[in-house]
Nanobody, 126 residues
């Protein structure tokens, strides 16, 4: 079982930055592909970014490409989402997720992630 705890959300003005963190329990974090998803009010949860176990490969949603950066520190069992040039449409609850199969590829598909955090709220004011 993997437990994920997000932090770093908050209120920021448009154009500002935030860095989200996701701390994972367990000794096998370094084998998990990780992802970030978000759910805006009244909308379905959507993919944001994913990173492979070693950090070599990343993928992003078109809506955040060039503004958000996903990274990880396996020594700290933590994955990060650096969010720059934030827009009001980035307002959402952000969720960290882990693929349970070791050494898997990055994925945009929500159903391929086995473990989820509780989420952290990001609000971008105009």
């Amino acid at each position: 079982q993997v437990q994920l705890v997000e932090s770093g959300g908050g209120l920021v003005q448009a154009g500002g930055s935030l860095r989200l963190s996701c701390a994972a329990s367990g000794r096998t974090f370094s084998t998990y592909t990780m992802g970030w998803f978000r759910r805006a009010p009244g909308k379905e949860r959507e993919f944001v970014a994913s990173i492979t176990w070693g950090g070599r490969n990343t993928i992003y949603a078109d809506s955040v490409k060039g503004r958000f950066t996903i990274s990880r520190d396996n020594a700290k069992n933590t994955v990060y989402l650096q969010m720059d040039s934030l827009k009001p449409e980035d307002t959402a609850a952000y969720y960290c997720a882990a693929r349970g199969s070791a050494y898997s590829s990055p994925s945009v598909k929500e159903y391929e992630y086995d473990y989820w955090g509780q989420g952290t709220q990001v609000t971008v004011s105009s």
